[in-house]
């Protein structure tokens, strides 16, 4: 097996389980303890985990942004729910921006055959869309954020200041009580903030693996956003202290 792939089911048990024994690990993957203490190196710097002895455990604070092929792969169904739901409710004709992410690139490619303006900063929406002979793709300027495919900075942030759009699609990190929306990019917090600004209904759309979770830096409060669009869970005591802040949610499944 792969060490990428094997990383990634190991995150995926990590998620179910909560914390993980090196000793559990070598018998499950077949491989030595000295390649799951890499693998566990190596998903700690990417800010996924944090060790313990014998083991790790899911890091709910999130430090760094996994790259976008990563991404791509984790909640892949839940993300495509979320996706669907979020591009029907725009109608033909409407001006939308697209934050970067996996969820918003799975909203990008329900928009395929459908008569809409999009404006992003991430080139991977900008090459899925570049074929549509429907849709009208604006991509903004800036400096291509190391290890993504996202553009920063404040050529971005001065471009998306001249447009007024019907929707704003974000992606996030995290989404707790305390600490609203969050993400891991300082670079992208600015420029997150700027969309809000420019769009007259906004969402944050998101798995339900980030509810309770916080990034590296808050981006907006809860009440900044029209609603959050996630895949439906299980009532949870995390759920109920976010809906108490009075956050607006729209569940899909």
Request: aromatic letters at 4%.
């Amino acid at each position: 097996m792969l060490g990428e792939v094997r990383q990634q089911k190991l995150m995926e048990l990590l998620k179910q389980q909560k914390s993980v024994r090196i000793r559990d690990l070598t018998t499950s993957f077949q491989v030595s303890e000295e390649t799951i203490r890499r693998d566990l190196r190596k998903l700690e710097m990417d800010g996924l985990l944090r060790r313990t002895h014998g083991g790790a455990v899911l890091d709910n604070v999130v430090h760094a942004v996994p790259p976008i092929h990563q991404r791509t792969t984790e909640q892949v169904e839940a993300k495509r729910l979320v996706a669907r739901a979020a591009a029907s409710m725009v109608p033909a004709g409407s001006s939308v921006i697209l934050d970067s992410g996996s969820t918003t690139l799975e909203i990008a490619r329900q928009f395929q055959n459908k008569n809409v303006t999009v404006i992003t900063n991430e080139l991977s929406i900008a090459m899925e869309l570049s074929s549509s002979p429907l849709v009208n793709l604006i991509m903004l300027g800036g400096t291509l954020q190391k290890g993504s495919y996202t553009l920063v900075g404040p050529e971005c942030e001065d471009d998306i200041g001249r447009y007024n759009v019907d929707y704003v699609f974000l992606g996030s990190g995290g989404v707790s009580k305390q600490k609203g929306l969050t993400t891991s990019s300082m670079a992208e917090v600015e420029l997150k903030r700027k969309m809000i600004a420019v769009g007259q209904k906004v969402y944050c759309v998101t798995d339900s693996s980030k509810l309770g979770r916080a990034a590296l830096v808050t981006y907006a409060g809860l009440g900044d956003v029209t609603a959050i669009i996630t895949n439906r869970v299980q009532q949870s005591s995390t759920l109920s202290d976010i809906e108490a802040t009075g956050a607006t949610f729209i569940f899909v499944d």
